[in-house]
Every structure is written in structure tokens, then in C-alpha cells.
Antibody, heavy 114, light 108 residues
Framework: VQLVESGGGLVKPGGSLRLSCAAS????????MIWVRQAPGKGLEWVGQ??????????DYAAPVKGRFTISRDESKNTLYLQMDSLTTEDTAVYYC??????WGQGTLVTVSS | DIQMTQSPSTLSASVGDRVTITCRAS??????LAWYQQKPGRAPKLLIY???SLESGVPSRFSGSGSGTEFTLTISSLQPDDFATYYC??????????FGQGTKLDLK
């Protein structure tokens, strides 16, 4: 299993950013995929998840990001996305994608600051 | 949503000690429970999955137990490399997943 996140960076409050997670080594179109974040000096926080089509294809979000973040997946590219809009300083964190306990990416840092 | 309560939040111990960290779920998660070790600037490292299955390559001094709502991670004899932060995670593709707040294990 290999997961590689990209797209992090510095963005101003109110701005947008799209993270990507390129997957390989497993059957992506059957995989449950989640986004997790970790603010500086804080614990791990579940952001949201995307179930495979065979599991219903539904998407769930944590309360702090619901309505601002959108998870999508491109099965043809084996890639998971996290579109983040209306960003605030509270969204500053390392963002990880995961396909369950045995598959994590290395994370990408998002910094929201003026 | 299922809440995970991990204790203690900080644990001071010495090399060679046996330590136990507890994780309680607000409702049953069956055996869908993982334990991770994290060091600063690194991604979480899986230690235990399905409550008690040791991940390949993880030393046998780590063990997990429990089911339903009560889980424990035990380190039988602390080694210098074990001083880190530990998290539990309940995971189930048919539910949302959540993490405990973490236990920082430091040198007494």
C-alpha cells in the first residue's frame, strides 16, 4: 500500500486549497478512504471519509469541516481529493490520507495565515 | 458519533517498566480498534489492529486486548525507543472513525 499526499501549502484565511492523495498497491475502487488531520501540537482528528461504490459510495464529514470541505475520488487515476474552501486558521494542520490502519500517507502541511 | 476516551493523557515511566494505556468507546466498536505510536514530525505508526493483532515488524513487547468498549495497549518492558505519543482509533467503514486524545509516554 502506498499513499502520497500533495497540494499543501500556505493560504490566506478565506482561501481554498485542493489536496490530492495518489494511491497504489491496492484496489482503490474497492477501498474505504479517509482524511485525517493533526494541528500543530494536537492530536489526530478525523476529517471525513469516502466509501467505495460497493459499500454505497457515501461520503461523511466531521462537524468542523462540513459544508466547507468536499471529498471526491477519481477511480481512473486512483486518486482521492480533499477540496478545502473558506479556510480558517483553525484548519492549519498536517493532512493525512488513509485506507485504514495499515495504509497511511506521509502527510501534507496546510498553513492558513495572513 | 462514537467518542473514544483514552487514559492517561500523560504517563511517566522508566526503561524496563510495564505500562498500560486504556481506551474506552462510547458504544461498542466490536474489535475495530487500532493502536498507533507517533513521534514528532512523523506519521502515525501502526502497532496493533483489530484490537489484538500485532502488525508485522512491531516488537512483541507490544500487545493489545479488549473488545466492545474497553481496550488496552500494554508494553511489557519499556525500551528507550518507546517514549512517544500513543493513540487509539476505532475504525469501521460502515461508521465514522475517531481517535483517542493521545497518551504521551515520557521518561520518569
Amino acid at each position: 500500500v502506498q499513499l502520497v499526499e500533495s497540494g499543501g501549502g500556505l493560504v490566506k484565511p478565506g482561501g481554498s486549497l485542493r489536496l490530492s492523495c495518489a494511491a497504489s498497491g491496492f484496489t482503490f475502487n474497492k477501498a474505504w478512504m479517509i482524511w485525517v488531520r493533526q494541528a500543530p501540537g494536537k492530536g489526530l482528528e478525523w476529517v471525513g471519509q469516502s466509501r467505495s461504490i460497493t459499500d454505497g459510495g457515501t461520503i461523511d464529514y466531521a462537524a468542523p469541516v462540513k459544508g466547507r470541505f468536499t471529498i471526491s475520488r477519481d477511480e481512473s487515476k486512483n486518486t482521492l481529493y480533499l477540496q478545502m474552501d473558506s479556510l480558517t486558521t483553525e484548519d492549519t494542520a498536517v493532512y493525512y490520507c488513509s485506507t485504514g490502519p495499515r495504509g497511511w500517507g506521509q502527510g501534507t502541511l496546510v498553513t492558513v495565515s495572513s | 458519533d462514537i467518542q473514544m476516551t483514552q487514559s492517561p493523557s500523560t504517563l511517566s515511566a522508566s526503561v524496563g517498566d510495564r505500562v498500560t494505556i486504556t481506551c474506552r468507546a462510547s458504544q461498542s466498536v466490536s474489535s475495530w480498534l487500532a493502536w498507533y505510536q507517533q513521534k514528532p514530525g512523523r506519521a502515525p505508526k501502526l502497532l496493533i489492529y483489530k484490537a489484538s493483532s500485532l502488525e508485522s515488524g512491531v516488537p512483541s513487547r507490544f500487545s493489545g486486548s479488549g473488545s466492545g468498549t474497553e481496550f488496552t495497549l500494554t508494553i511489557s518492558s519499556l525500551q528507550p525507543d518507546d517514549f512517544a505519543t500513543y493513540y487509539c482509533q476505532q475504525y469501521n467503514s460502515y461508521s465514522t472513525c475517531s481517535f483517542g486524545q493521545g497518551t504521551k509516554l515520557d521518561l520518569k
